[in-house]
C-alpha cells in the first residue's frame, strides 16, 4: 500500500461548487502539506501543517482552506471552486525534522 | 528571499549520452537542496539531496549533483541517459540547513529522451 495516499484523483467540478480533497499517510509523519502544480509554474505550496494543532498558510492560500482531522489526515477545500483552480494537487508529508518530503500521487481538478 | 531558476524548461537527449539538468537557486541562508523527479500520472519521487556536507551528491537511478556555492548552483547530471530518465525533474531549495522549513520549486525542466 502507498504510504501517502490521495482522494480523488481526478475530479470535475463546475464553479462555485465546494470540493474537499484527502490526504492519508501511514508514514506516523508530524509534518503535511498541500502543493498545487500549474504548468510551468512547478510546485506553489497552499498550507502546511506541522502537527494537528498547528496551521499555516503557504504562498498561495487564497481560496482554500485546510483540515488537520489527525496526524495521519489532511484535507484541502475549495469552498467556492473557480477554474483558475483547475491544477494538479499534491500532499506531502515529512517527519519532525523535514529531511525529506514524501509525495502522494496527486488530484487531478477541473474546474469548469 | 528564497528563489531556484531552472535554466531550461525542456532538455532532450539521445539514449546513451551525457544528461545535464541545470539549478540555480538564491537563498540568504545555508540552503538545504534538493532534487526530485515526476514521471507521468505520478507524484514527487527524491532523487537526492545536497545538506551541506559533500559537494558532489550521489543520488539514485545515477544521477548525481554537484553544489557550487560561488556559483549558487546544482546542476544535476547523468553520464548516460535511458529512456526511462524522461520525465520532469524539480529542483527545490530549503533555507534552513540540515533541515525544513518550506520547500520552494523551480519551475520544472521536461527531459526527453530518444532512441
Known amino acids: 500500500d502507498a504510504d501517502v495516499t490521495q482522494t480523488p484523483r481526478n475530479r470535475i467540478t463546475k464553479t462555485g461548487k465546494r470540493i474537499m480533497l484527502e490526504c492519508s499517510q501511514t508514514?506516523?509523519?508530524?509534518?503535511m502539506y498541500w502543493y498545487r502544480q500549474d504548468p510551468g509554474l512547478g510546485l506553489q505550496l497552499i498550507y502546511y501543517s506541522f502537527d494537528v494543532k498547528d496551521i499555516n498558510k503557504g504562498e498561495i492560500s487564497d481560496g482554500y482552506s485546510v483540515s488537520r482531522q489527525a496526524q495521519a489526515k489532511f484535507s484541502l477545500s475549495l469552498e467556492s471552486a473557480i477554474p483558475n483552480q483547475t491544477a494538479l494537487y499534491f500532499c506531502?508529508?515529512?517527519?519532525?525534522?523535514?529531511?525529506?518530503?514524501?509525495f502522494g500521487p496527486g488530484t487531478r481538478l477541473t474546474v469548469l | 528571499a528564497q528563489s531556484v531558476t531552472q535554466l531550461d524548461s525542456h532538455v532532450s537527449v539521445s539514449e546513451g549520452t551525457p544528461v545535464l539538468l541545470r539549478c540555480n537557486y538564491s537563498s540568504s541562508y545555508s540552503p538545504s537542496l534538493f532534487w526530485y523527479v515526476q514521471h507521468p500520472n505520478k507524484g514527487l519521487q527524491l532523487l537526492l539531496k545536497?545538506?551541506?556536507?559533500?559537494?558532489l551528491v550521489k543520488g539514485i537511478n545515477g544521477f548525481e549533483a554537484e553544489f557550487k556555492k560561488s556559483e549558487t548552483s546544482c546542476h544535476l547530471t547523468k553520464p548516460s541517459a535511458h529512456m526511462s530518465d524522461a520525465a520532469e525533474y524539480f529542483c527545490a531549495v530549503s533555507p534552513v540547513s540540515g533541515g525544513y522549513n518550506k520547500l520552494i520549486f523551480g519551475a520544472g525542466t521536461r527531459l526527453a529522451v530518444h532512441p
Open positions: 508514514k506516523g509523519h508530524d509534518r
Open positions: 506531502a508529508t515529512s517527519d519532525f525534522l523535514g529531511r525529506e518530503q514524501f
Open positions: 545536497y545538506t551541506s556536507a559533500a559537494t
